[in-house]
């Protein structure tokens, strides 16, 4: 996930925004957006700041993972 959130003024949506669902679970202070074919979850929206959004990096084609200065989490140790 990105460290940095993004304001809707910055953000261009291409097509697909009719496949999202909201998931929300434990605390419900997430958005957790998911498409529901394919179940890739590639943005959210935490309600500390509302209408901004992280994304899930390894859904960009452009970006090598392994090239970027990023702390690795393993979610399912968290």
Do not use: W
């Amino acid at each position: 996930m990105s460290a940095h959130y993004v304001a809707p003024p910055d953000l261009v949506t291409l097509e697909g925004t009719e496949f999202l669902k909201i998931y929300q679970f434990g605390d419900h202070l997430v958005n957790h957006y998911f498409c529901r074919v394919c179940g890739i979850h590639p943005f959210h929206e935490a309600i500390e700041r509302p209408g901004q959004y992280r994304f899930n990096l390894g859904c960009v084609d452009e970006i090598e993972l392994g090239g970027l200065d990023i702390l690795m989490i393993d979610g399912r140790s968290f």
